[in-house]
């Protein structure tokens, strides 16, 4: 069974702050990785992908990827209020285009 | 971005009753998915559409659930006997661009009593 696991939270951070959110992953073969914000009682929106070990940075977000230790983090620079929500992690396989959640990070950003 | 809308928004039915949940990207794609969010629980994939096939289903998605594209815009995707258990948030997802990244529609809410 290939999994996705995450803190479920709530990671508290006072505004301005870096909120670093974390994912491990099971299946050693996945390729693709995926995070998405998603408001309560709302859809998931598609924040960023990353494909390769590293950094990719996109303006305040920052993902890493580690597939050695099969470990996918987000950082969160100059956290806003508005960026208060639930960060779900989400991994596609290397012969599957369906994505694999995990259960998601509660993120709460303090004025 | 790609966009999709779904409809209903919310939906309410009787336990045993059919529904049918649309989808309809505003732009031809290819790919299209379904994944369903029971309250508090994980977003759970169910079904990848295509070229008007089925190319993956999940262990959820048994004989009640059936997808369709019937006019070759709108994606369907209906429970032919609705449980109890089938009460949960029902999002389609498309494929954007030549990435394999998915857009998520806004969902549909189905209530089953």
């Known amino acids: 069974q290939k999994e996705v696991e995450q803190n479920s939270g709530p990671l508290s951070v006072p505004e301005g702050a870096i909120a670093s959110l974390n994912c491990t992953y099971s299946d050693r073969g996945s390729q693709s990785f995926f995070w998405y914000r998603q408001y309560s009682g709302k859809s998931p929106e598609l924040i960023m992908f990353?494909?390769?070990?590293g950094d990719k940075e996109d303006g305040r977000f920052t993902a890493q990827l580690n597939k050695a230790s099969q470990y996918v983090s987000l950082l969160i620079r100059d956290s806003q209020p508005s960026d208060s929500a639930t960060y779900l992690c989400?991994?596609?396989?290397?012969?599957?285009?369906?994505?694999?959640f995990g259960s998601g990070t509660r993120l709460l950003v303090r004025p | 971005e790609p966009e999709v809308t779904q409809t209903p928004s919310h939906q309410v039915t009787q336990m045993g009753q059919e529904v049918i949940l649309r989808c309809v990207p505003i732009s031809n794609h290819l790919y299209f998915y379904w994944y369903r969010q029971i309250l508090g629980q994980k977003v759970e994939f169910l079904v990848s559409?295509?070229?008007?096939?089925?190319?993956?289903k999940s262990e959820i998605f048994d004989d009640q659930f059936s997808v369709e594209r019937p006019d070759g815009s709108n994606f369907t995707l209906k429970i032919r006997s609705t449980k109890l258990e089938d009460s949960a948030m029902y999002f389609c997802?498309?494929?954007?661009?030549?990435?394999?990244?998915?857009?998520f529609g806004p969902g549909t809410r189905l209530t089953v009593l």
């Open positions: 559409f295509y070229n008007n096939e089925i190319s993956e």
């Open positions: 997802a498309i494929q954007g661009g030549l990435s394999d990244t998915q857009y």
């Open positions: 990353i494909y390769s070990n």
């Open positions: 989400a991994v596609m396989g290397d012969s599957s285009y369906k994505l694999i």
